[in-house]
Structure formats: C-alpha cells, structure tokens
C-alpha cells in the first residue's frame, strides 16, 4: 500500500486567500484524522471521521476551518479566508480497528503533511 | 481531559543508549504509542504496548510501562546518528480512536 497520500506537500499563499489540503487515506481504514503541527502549540487534531462521517470536529479552530470527506478514498481540508496565523504543517493520518487475541486494536498512520505558509 | 507530557530535549553520543520518558493522565488507556518524526516527515510508528502488559522489547527498542505512576519510557540501545529526530509519545484510551500526543522529545545523536 502508498500509505496516506497529501497534497500539495507545500502551499504558499497570500493572507485572504482560500486553501484546500487534499488526503487519500488508506485502503480499507475507516477512520481518517487531520492535525495541525506547531512550534508554539505541537500536534493538535482538528476533526476526526469514521466512514465519512465527522464524528469529532471539537479540534477546529473557527468557521475559517472545513473539512470534508465525499468517500472512503478522499477527504479535504479548507481554510477560507486563510491567515498568517495559519501556517503550520497539516498532516492526515488513518486508521482502522481491528481484534487480534480478543485485543481490539488501532493504530493511526501518517501521511507525509502539508507544510502551509500564509504571507 | 487527557494529559501526555514529554520532556523537550535529550542529547546522547552515538553508542550510548538513550531513555525517553513520558507521563500520562489517562488510567483508562488501552494502548501507549511511541511515534517517530524525522525532518520534513510525518509521524512513523516505532512501537506500542497494550496497559497490561509492564515490557515490550523490539531489537533495540524497548518500552517500558508502569501503570501505578503512569508512566511510560522509551530505551534505544546503541543509538545511531540515525535515531535523532522528535520522539511523540500516545495515548489511546477507551474509544481507541482519538489518540493524544505529547509534545515530542527532540533527540540529538552526537558521534
């Protein structure tokens, strides 16, 4: 498997401008995440899905921040207008559950990110 | 809410073993994480230990898991100018889907 695809891995962008992050998670995973990356505040998460449903979109910092997940394969992030304040690295991550030894288990893999700049 | 600190930095020399620690508030946690980022990467899994157990080992990885103190520790045996890189430390608890991250350990491998 790819693993989890973003796109663009770089945006530069002017203050005001819209911005749409692209993720394609892994084949078969059911859960797909975005977090935002840092210096000042580490690895915040945004909004989480399970099976193309938000179920937790608590992370979300203002109605600047969208996010959207049509099907299985695909999932946006929007910020519309776009600021400064903005700029960090987005990643996508996925996941599925699964039960091995009557243990159920999760683990969630990363996407490359997003390193966004707001001029 | 759930609560997952790391110290900032560690510096070893190459050869050394390094220990990274972690603390967290979750007693309910089914699973602790340790995840990897190298420079311009997203964040790779090294290892994870379910709450029942105290010790996993993995080559020259190994965890550590202390429940009464919540307690977590990473231990890299002979460590490599390879292994620098930012160290997050997890936490899954009950509905195994929302994982919380700690800061990030940022370790520096001197030869």
């Known amino acids: 498997d790819a693993g989890v695809i973003q796109s663009p891995r770089h945006e530069v962008t002017e203050m005001g401008q819209e911005v749409t992050l692209r993720c394609k998670p892994i084949?078969?995973?059911?859960?797909l995440f975005w977090y935002r990356q840092t210096m000042m505040r580490g690895l915040e998460l945004l909004i989480y899905?399970?099976?193309?449903?938000?179920?937790?979109d608590s992370g979300m910092p203002e109605d600047r921040f969208s996010a959207k997940m049509p099907n299985a394969s695909f999932s946006t992030l929007k910020i519309q207008p776009s600021e400064p304040r903005d700029s960090a690295v987005y990643f996508c991550a996925s996941s599925s559950q699964w039960t091995s030894g009557g243990l159920v288990k999760n683990i969630q893999y990363f996407g490359a990110g997003t390193r966004l700049s707001v001029l | 809410g759930e609560d997952v600190e790391q110290s900032l930095f560690l510096s070893v020399r190459e050869g050394d073993s390094s220990v990274i620690n972690c603390t967290y508030t979750?007693?309910?946690?089914?699973?602790l994480y340790w995840y990897k980022q190298e420079p311009g990467a997203g964040l790779q899994l090294l290892t994870y230990?379910?709450?029942?157990?105290d010790m996993k080992q993995d080559q020259r990885l190994t965890v550590l898991l202390n429940k009464k103190d919540k307690h977590l520790s990473l231990r890299i045996a002979d460590t490599q100018t390879g292994d620098s890189a930012i160290y997050f430390c997890a936490e899954s608890p009950d509905n195994f889907n929302k994982f919380y991250f700690g800061s990030g350990t940022k370790l520096n491998v001197k030869p």
């Open positions: 979750d007693s309910s946690s089914t699973y």
């Open positions: 230990i379910f709450s029942n157990m």
């Open positions: 084949s078969g995973h059911d859960y």
């Open positions: 899905f399970n099976n193309n449903v938000p179920i937790d």
